[in-house]
Structure formats: C-alpha cells, structure tokens
C-alpha cells in the first residue's frame, strides 16, 4: 500500500496514546471475586479444541510480482457491472474483511458491496452502510475508516455449505478477505456471541488481587501450578518496573510481560511503556497516583502436570509490592500456548522476518508487534507484507498488502486506537518539528486472532517484510507471536505422487517474496479423474492431500472422493499469470480399518467439471496420527415426563424438542396421542414445563420434572395438515423462539415443513406457509446456526430412484428462503425405503472440534439409536462411531455447553409411557 502524510503536531515528541477516560475508569473499578473453578468464554474454548479440517487463506490486492505494487487488478472475474472479489466453493466461513482506499474513491457514489452465500444475498448495499453500522451489523463486528484507523474492517462471520461470493460494484483498490475452508470451516461462533465476545467488560469477573512476594533474582513468582488451566491473570505492578518483568510458561524461555499483556512497549519509553485499554484479551491501566498500573489477560494459559506459570525479573533486583490474582479452569491436556518472543533487526535484503516458527500442529492466535528505529521522517517500512506459510508448504497462503493492513489500519494509520481484536496502541513521534521530517516513529501494535485463527497440522513459518521488498533498514522489530499447539495429530508418513500422462515443463517462482528463486516443474492440464492408491499405515487417522499445480488459469474446481465417500472440494478462484506455481491443501479423516493390512482405499480428485482446466504437478499425502474414536456408554433412563398417568390416558410421547426459556423454566413439546401408536392421528404437540437448572437435576429427581403445562398444547393442526410430527425448537437472532416441524400431505413426495414463533415459549403463532417440500416423507427437522447460517437438517431418502435412507439439509440466511436439499448422509442400499425410515429423527451437535448426527433406525430396532461423526456438518460417513438404546433422541447439556458440559439424550415414543434422560459417558 502506498502512504499518504499524516501532520505534524507540537515541538519535542509527540506522543499519541490510546486513552479513553471510560476504559480507566472501568478498570480502575472494584471487580468481582470469581469462583473456585472459573469457566473459559466458548469463544475461547474454541481455541483449545484442535481443527485439523481447517485451511485458513485470504484473497488480497497483493502484488502478485512480489514488489509494492499492490492494488486491485482483474480480480477473480467480472460479472456485469461488479467485480468478484471472493468466490470460494465447498464447506467454508468469511472470517474477516478489509478494504481501504483514498478518501475520494471510498466516497464515490454508487459502490455496492454484495455478499451472496448458498445462492442467497445476505447483504447488498453501501459499503459505507456494510461497515459503519447503518446494515444489519453493528460494531464492534463492523468498522468504519475511522474506528479501524485508514480501513473498513469486518468481523462478520458468514459460512457457506457449498458457494459463497462476494462482489464490488466500483473500485476496491485494497482489499482481503480472509477466510477457511475444509471441513468444521463452517463452524465457529455466531455473530451476536463475537458481539457480546468482542464487547463486554471481561475484567469485570477477575477476582480482587492479593499482594504477594514479589519475583526476584532466581526466585521467581509462581502464580500457578498444573494440572489447571488459567483462564485470567490480573497483576497490579510498580509501573517503573514494567522494563524488567518477564513472564515464563512451562519450561518456555519467558517472554517481556510487557508484550505478554498485549501493550507491546518496552517500558523504556518517555511513558514508562505504558497506556490505558482492553482488547478482547489484554487489558492495561496506565500508572495511578500511588505509582501502579495494572495488567491483565483472559488468554487461556494451560499447564499440563508440573508446569507452572511464574513471573520473573529480566534482570537485578526484586519486584516488590506485587498484587496478583489467578482464576482456574480444569486443564486441557495435550494442549500448550506457546509464546515466542523475537528481538530482531531487519536484514536489509528482499526477504521477510521470522516472526513465529513452529512444527508442531497449532493454532495461531496472537501478533503483538513493536516497531522503532526507522529512518529519518520515513515510515515505508509499514509497507512490508505478511507471508504465513503452513504445512512445509513455499507457497504462504495467505499474503498481505502491508504492516498497517495486517493490522486492520490503512495508509499508517490515522492515528493509535484500540478495538477488540487490532490496533495501534502506542504511536510515538520523536522530534515531530518540520512536519516530521526529521522524526523518528514508534509503533505498539497486535493482531488477535481470535475469531481467524492460522491453522497448521505440520508447522507454520509467519513472516514479515521490512519496507517494500523485506530490504528496508535500519529497522528494530520486537514481536510476540502466541498459539495452542496439538499433541493429540503427529505425522507418522507421506507417500509423494507425480502427476502422469502428457505434461508440460514450466518455470515459475511462487507467489512470494520478490526474489522467490524460479522453479522448473512439469505439469498436467485437462478435465477428468486422477486416482491415487493411498498406502496409508495402519493408525493413520488423518490425511494431509498437498497439491503442487499452476495457478495460470482459473477457476479449478475438483471433488475429492475416498473410496467412493465424498471427502471435501479444492477450489481455487484466483488466476496468477505472473508467478503461476501454487500449492493448494484438503484434510480427509480416516475412518478406523480404512488403513493397514491388505487395505489400499484409492482417492479420487474429479475435475471433470472444472471451469478452468485443472492443473496438477504433484501430490503429497501426508499421514496423521489421532486420538481414537470415543467409547460410548450410557446411564440409566430416568422418567421426565409421564404421559401414560395423564388424564383420559394413556398417552404417549414422539418425536420432541427441549429447550431453556430466559426464565430459567425449560419447555418440552412434541408429538402427542392417545395409545396405541397411530402416526397418521397425530395432530397435537404437547407442552410440558420444567423449573432449572438443568438435565444434572432432572437425572437425580426423584419424580418427572416436567409436567403438563396449563396450556396443554403448543400447536394442533390446521384443516389443511393430515398430521403434523416432529417439532423443533431454537432461539432466533432476535430471541424469539421458532418451530419447525413436518406436515402431512397426500403425496409422500411433497411432505411439508412448516414453522410457528413465539416470544415465551408458551403461545405459538403459525408464521408464513410452507417453507419447501421434499421427497420420501421427508420429515423430523432440526435447525441449528453456523455464524450467520440457519442449518435445517431432517429425514430423506437420497433421491427417488435410490430410495437408500439418509439425512438431508438445507441452508437458508434468514427462515424464509431455503438452498436446494442436499445429502449430509446416505446409507447403504440394503437401508432402501420409500420413507427412509433408517433415519428418523436426526439431531446435530458440535463437541471439541467434532460434529455428532444421531438418529434412529426403527427397521433395525425401535430403540436404535446410532452415531456418527465428522468434521464437517455437512458429510457424514455411512459408518457409526456408536448405538445406543433410545428413540428419537433429543441432545441437551449441561449449562447448554456442548462443548465440555455433561450431554444428557432423551428416549420416548409408542408404548414408552413418556420421555426419559439418559447421561452418555465417553465423549
């Protein structure tokens, strides 16, 4: 990106600090004492659950020679009058979006930014609506050029199951949209829970301080101890010895505390190092009268046994008159935060600065950067561009367009700020006189990558240009660069493929640094089938496919088939002429018995299809090590509901649905009639309520907890439905509550789905008409949101003319315009059945990392409930992790957290005299 000049301010230095009365004020406050056992924020448990599915990448304006000059060119295609800036095919999330340009282009009238997932528009408009709060997203999820320093920025999530694209109507002269793809992609935070996450005052749940002993020489503080996991630190410490403070984790060398707790200063400066904020994950107060400043972090810090996490002094002396306080969350074992700390200066040559280097599988998910020492009245070196590289790969897949960009700030900044994710706390100008001509700058800058965290499953290689080309100097870089490493996915093999058959020899440099040494590599071009027969070992339950090919045309799209199975799509929008040798990646989990022995499966990459001939130098299939399938068992059934004693019994339970209100009260509805079964009568949903907390006290009780309420009945059905089944509740965005449920049709292949809402859970009220129709009885819905994106999953065969039981889904932006049905899961043909009746009542959940889809096979047996599982919501393999003994189970958990609370599954139907709870261990 190219600078514009900033002015000048008053003689001597000019120091710009990120201060907000407001934020003093709050973490000035008394806070809270937490709980014994602190719980970590999901967002951030996220972090601590390992995706190897995810390949994380952006699309920028970079300059694809490797020089400077960055800036829109062809894009990924024209569409009429909008230029597409991002089109991505497969399972996949839009994690961020940034763009900036001259004041005057931004300004131009009539620029439309249009989003479009699943084939739907999820938002077309101004991009100065889109960014500044005027659209459906408020900050801090969306930034204007002034709160995000020279740049739109948007935290917005957006998934996709299959398509997603994004289109410009104008001239986007900078931009990058970073995003991942492969399966899980999908999953992750909604945007009102990044909202509340980006938003809210964590400081306030840290515990009140305690003085201790402060660290000194070989002495050092131990703040903490494993097992355990530290999910917020607070210290209040003398502010002249911010310099001198260290922080160690395990046996880690300890990193400045100053970095650490994201000020990213070296408390050297004029200040001490210090200013007052809070991001997302650190947060400082400046010193007060009495000489203090405070610290502190939500970051989770897990310490396996015998680890500790400790403070110590750089050099001389003893800290005194520390306060500290440390909150605890059960430990994570097999994950560690590394934190690398770098005291470089720039190398003078076209290359890029290490700044985190690792061959362990991890998650990156912090950058705290503080730069000095430039040239006189001189800032390009801001104009250096990150490379992030993982896998062993040479290709980085993702590339920027410049230091303040990769900050989420443009054309240097305006000026420091401070938002939940990014920003440029401390910007310091040494002799400003003469409108800066002979200044000298400091910058404290961070980068949380919270919501896109850089996923590698075998090493990451992050590194950053100084200047243009990497060869500005002199420049002085101080990083800290943090991430959860993996012990659980280690590579155990790798089997390398030459593509065969007619090839052509080209020469090409990756799309790299600018001195990127030119490769000779023959490469095969066309549309059709490579087949691979994969010589995986034994325990191998994960595959790397690495593919080497030429971008020089675009777009390649291919499947990818492992033994017949649907395993993912390898999709790249972007053509580069320039320096067209590229590398691509897909993870494909192994099932277990899929490797070893006698056992060659073969992958199949079809691009039969592709719009652009696809292009193929080489192949590495990297093996992966993993933990085991889980071993399922369950507790015994305990009644919650009676509905055989009811009166004019008795009656029974079907297909249902529970959910909490804000109350605390909880609500169970579903199919209701009069023993014996008869489906095509079923024309009642009953509601039932619940006092809280939860399933933990419905399982001990020594009666039902549910009981009949007032009301009686949640839905009957209208004049026009045979029969309805099978409702399905959930909290909308607004938090109203929503139903969808199946309506009886005369033609088996037009079942319909309909849907009711309602404000207390208690009176419904029939919204709009039919939502779709689908074939084989389609019945039993279940809706779940990834981001942005309503997921409704229900019965179905896989089509008419292979009538093999499944389960099919459906994505829609908003309840009302729905994406054509597609298979999330497909049985063998010995489970053909004009009503898929080997899949009825499906339920999804995601849990560490990991999506589960039950459901229950009647033919098989009544109460034959089986599992599956995989990374992606949206394929499923035919085979069953599990079965367990239930019909139309229902999933609820503890504190509603899926993710490490206890999961609880209910069991009813015919002849079953009500709903019961089951505990399921294992998992």
Request: glycine fraction near 10%; charge should be negative; aromatic fraction near 10%.
């Amino acid at each position: 990106m190219s600078a514009r000049s900033l002015d000048g301010a008053a003689a001597g230095a000019h120091l710009d600090l990120s201060i907000s009365r407001a934020v003093h004020e709050l973490l000035d406050a008394p806070v809270a004492t937490a709980p014994n056992v602190a719980s970590i924020d999901p967002v951030l448990e996220d972090l601590l659950s390992f995706h190897p599915g995810w390949m994380t990448r952006s699309v920028t304006t970079h300059d694809p020679a490797g020089g400077n000059d960055d800036g829109y060119r062809a894009g990924v295609a024209l569409e009429g009058e909008h230029r597409v800036l991002f089109h991505a095919r497969g399972e996949g999330r839009i994690t961020r979006i940034w763009m900036t340009a001259p004041r005057a282009e931004l300004d131009k009238p009539d620029q439309e930014l249009w989003i479009e997932i699943d084939g739907h528009t999820v938002f077309r408009g101004s991009p100065h609506d889109f960014f500044e709060g005027r659209g459906p997203w408020r900050s801090p999820l969306a930034l204007g050029i002034d709160a995000s320093s020279g740049a739109f920025t948007s935290y917005v999530p957006f998934a996709w199951s299959s398509e997603a694209k994004v289109r410009f109507r104008g001239v986007p002269i900078y931009y990058q949209v970073t995003y991942r793809e492969g399966p899980g992609a999908a999953s992750g935070p909604t945007p009102e829970e990044l909202a509340r996450f980006m938003a809210e005052d964590w400081t306030a749940a840290l515990p009140a301080r305690s003085r201790r002993q402060g660290p000194g020489p070989g002495a050092p503080l131990v703040l903490a101890t494993g097992p355990a996991t530290v999910s917020g630190l607070d210290l209040l410490i003398p502010a002249g010895r911010l310099k001198d403070l260290m922080v160690r984790i395990g046996g880690q060398p300890p990193v400045p505390a100053s970095f650490f707790f994201g000020l990213a200063s070296t408390g050297t400066e004029a200040d001490g190092g210090w200013t007052t904020f809070r991001s997302a994950l650190h947060a400082a107060r400046a010193p007060d009268a009495s000489g203090a400043g405070r610290l502190a972090t939500r970051l989770p810090i897990p310490l396996a046994e015998g680890e500790a996490l400790s403070l110590e002094v750089a050099e001389g002396g003893e800290i005194a008159g520390i306060e500290a306080a440390v909150t605890l969350a059960p430990a994570r074992p097999g994950v560690r935060l590394l934190a690398h700390y770098r005291d470089q200066t720039a190398p003078g040559r076209e290359t890029t600065m290490p700044f985190f280097e690792s061959d362990e599988p991890l998650q990156f998910v912090a950058l705290l950067e503080h730069l000095s020492g430039g040239r006189l009245g001189d800032r390009l070196y801001l104009e250096g561009d990150e490379m992030i590289r993982t896998d062993g790969m040479s290709y980085p897949l993702q590339i920027g367009t410049g230091t303040e960009d990769y900050y989420n700030g443009g054309f240097y900044f305006i000026g420091a700020h401070s938002n939940p994710f990014s920003g440029q706390l401390r910007f310091i100008v040494h002799d400003p006189e003469d409108d800066w001509r002979n200044a000298r700058f400091e910058h404290s800058l961070y980068r949380l990558h919270v919501a896109d965290p850089i996923v590698s499953r075998s090493g990451m290689r992050f590194g950053m240009e100084a200047g243009p080309t990497g060869a500005y100097t002199p420049l002085r870089v101080r990083s800290l660069g943090l991430a959860y490493a993996s012990s659980d996915h280690r590579v155990i093999g790798e089997q390398k493929v030459r593509a065969r058959g007619p090839r052509r020899l080209a020469r090409s440099a990756v799309d790299a640094e600018r001195t990127a040494p030119r490769r000779r590599f023959r490469l095969r071009e066309g549309r059709g089938i490579t087949r691979i027969e994969v010589q995986c070992p034994p325990d191998a339950r994960g595959l790397l496919l690495l593919r080497a090919y030429s971008a020089e045309k675009a777009p390649q799209t291919a499947r990818v088939r492992l033994d017949g199975r649907e395993v993912g799509v390898i999709h790249e929008m972007l053509a580069n002429p320039v320096r067209p040798l590229a590398e691509d990646a897909l993870w494909i989990d192994l099932l277990p018995g899929e490797c070893g022995g006698d056992r060659r499966p073969v992958l199949e990459i079809d691009a039969t299809n592709s719009p652009a001939p696809w292009s193929e130098s080489s192949y590495t299939l990297r093996f992966f090590s993993g933990p085991p399938a889980p071993q399922l068992t369950q507790g015994p059934a305990v009644k919650i509901f009676d509905a055989h004693d009811l009166p004019g019994g008795p009656f029974y339970v079907n297909d249902h649905s529970i959910l909490q209100l804000p109350d605390g009260r909880w609500i169970l509805t579903g199919i209701f009639h009069h023993e014996p079964y008869r489906s095509e009568l079923e024309r009642e949903f009953v509601l039932a309520t619940a006092p809280g907390p939860g399933p933990e006290r419905w399982i001990e009780a020594a009666s039902p907890s549910f009981s009949m309420a007032a009301e009686g009945f949640a839905a009957r059905a209208l004049a026009d439905e045979r029969w309805i089944w099978a409702p399905h509740v959930v909290r909308d965005r607004d938090g109203s509550l929503v139903m969808v449920f199946h309506v009886g049709t005369h033609d088996p292949d037009r079942s319909g789905f309909r849907m009711a809402r309602s404000r207390d859970g208690i009176h419904w009220t029939r919204e709009g008409g039919t939502l779709f129709e689908d074939i084989c009885v389609a019945r039993d819905p279940m809706l779940v949101r990834l981001a942005d994106l309503w997921v409704i999953y229900y019965t179905r065969c896989a089509s008419r003319e292979s009538p093999r039981s499944g389960v099919a889904y459906r994505t829609s932006p908003d309840l009302v315009r729905w994406s054509p049905p597609a298979m999330a899961l497909t049985l063998g043909p010995e489970t053909a059945m004009p009503n898929s009746g080997h899949t009825e009542s499906p339920f999804v959940f995601e849990r560490k990392g990991w999506f589960y889809l039950t459901f229950t096979s009647y033919p098989v047996d009544h109460d034959a409930t089986f599992v599956h599982r995989s990374r992606s919501p949206f394929a499923f393999p035919p085979r069953p992790i599990a079965r367990l003994r239930a019909h139309a189970a229902e999933w609820v958990a503890e504190g509603g957290d899926f993710d490490k609370g206890r999961l609880f599954f209910t069991h009813a139907g015919p002849g079953k005299g009500g709903v019961f709870l089951q505990e399921l261990f294992g998992l």
